[in-house]
């Protein structure tokens, strides 16, 4: 079961939903994960929503919500610097950690995406973070634009964001620009996207992205386990982006690249990426310790 649930993050206040496994015993205290979605995205109707409600049925508990300036959270619509990201992630682990359902001890985080490279980063600063699991992420921002803007795209791009640097410093403020002229997504993919995405997005949000290295401390996470999870026919973030985290991880570190799968590797209940991460966690994030 899950229900809303709200918390504050430097002055906003996010919108969540905490899932509780049936069962769950009172007084015990549940290994759980914080859920983290895509680009401009949401909690709800979502991958992030698919993950919550996967652990869940494991017996974990799970939170996702909807960082700052996305689907019920407060904060300017479609504005969201990865930094931002970061500090609404340890927001939450703050309060989750306070819950009466929570072993604050055994919190891990996982995100899809976007929320995948903040995932990254908030595990790699953040030691109470038990385990990390990335979804189809990213760790260089800049090499991640140089492959979903090929050839001739790539100086479009960036004239785009030299464009909005030089409008921010006439105006005082960024433009907005077309989500998928930031990250472009086949049209066949895009009905994977909750109904709460968003369609347009500051310029600030892709110069952030751009800035953003989560590689640069990945090894952080050491000794503390990390799983990489990428579709290996990937047409939106590169693959090579996990491949080259997961060699700059510390060890236990686990890769697993899905063939024949692309952006979004639960969509259609994909058993085989549930059964491949059902297997990490029995070794590396047991619902239960050993006694």
């Not at 690249?257 to 297997?279: C, S, W």
Request: hydrophobic content about 40%.
């Amino acid at each position: 079961m899950d229900f809303p649930v709200s918390f504050p993050s430097d002055g906003l206040t996010l919108a969540g939903n905490l899932h509780i496994p049936e069962g769950r015993q009172e007084g015990e205290r549940l290994p759980a994960f914080i859920v983290l979605h895509g680009f401009i995205g949401s909690k709800d109707d979502s991958h992030a929503e698919l993950m919550a409600r996967m652990f869940e049925g494991w017996g974990y508990a799970a939170l996702r919500f909807d960082f700052r300036g996305c689907g019920m959270s407060g904060g300017e619509r479609g504005y969201v610097l990865c930094h931002d990201q970061v500090a609404d992630a340890k927001n939450a682990l703050n309060w989750l950690r306070e819950r009466p359902e929570i072993d604050p001890d055994r919190i891990a985080v996982i995100g899809h995406s976007f929320g995948a490279a903040v995932a990254c980063y908030v595990g790699a600063v953040e030691p109470r973070f038990a385990a990390v699991i990335s979804s189809c992420g990213w760790g260089h921002g800049e090499r991640k634009f140089r492959g979903q803007h090929p050839g001739p795209m790539w100086d479009k791009f960036t004239t785009m964001l030299a464009e909005a640097r030089k409008e921010k410093e006439r105006t005082g403020k960024a433009p907005i620009v077309p989500r998928f002229d930031v990250v472009p997504m086949a049209e066949h993919l895009r009905k994977h996207l909750s109904p709460k995405a968003q369609l347009e997005v500051s310029a600030d949000t892709a110069q952030s992205m751009f800035d953003f290295k989560a590689e640069e401390m990945i090894h952080w996470v050491s000794p503390r386990p990390i799983l990489f999870i990428h579709g290996a026919d990937d047409t939106v973030t590169p693959t090579e982006q996990s491949i080259r985290m997961w060699e700059l991880a510390g060890q236990p570190k686990d890769l697993v690249l899905i063939t024949g799968t692309d952006h979004f590797p639960l969509a259609g209940n994909n058993q085989r990426t549930k059964d491949l991460v059902k297997g990490w966690l029995d070794k590396h994030f047991p619902r239960r310790l050993a006694a």
